[in-house]
């Protein structure tokens, strides 16, 4: 069985220092607050640089967290852990977001 991942591109932030201080200071301590609660199996966090040919990166940050089915995912999507999580977006993800599921293929 595939695993399956929740994947959240941030947009650039209308102030990248408010951003990371937010999401530092509140929004992670609230993410692993949850985690054992969604039954997440690995979390990626990451930040973009730039492009490879050196341009300003479309997107500012990306969030993964992974889950050992796209089942156990979907249970976790309508938890109360998850929707505390994603309530809090609007609190810093000021660029806004593209939330994505994704599957491995390979």
Known sequence: MPRAAVVVLYHHPT???AFEQYYDETHMPLVG???GDLGATHAT???F???LDGQSPPFYRKAEMWF???EALRKALGSE???AIAGDLP???TGGITPMISVETH
Do not use: I
């Open 91 to 93: 609190n810093f993800a």
């Open 15 to 17: 102030d990248a220092d």
């Open 33 to 35: 607050k949850h985690a």
């Open 49 to 51: 640089t730039q492009t």
């Open 68 to 70: 050992e089915s796209e």
């Open 81 to 83: 852990a998850f929707q």
């Open 45 to 47: 966090f990451t930040k």
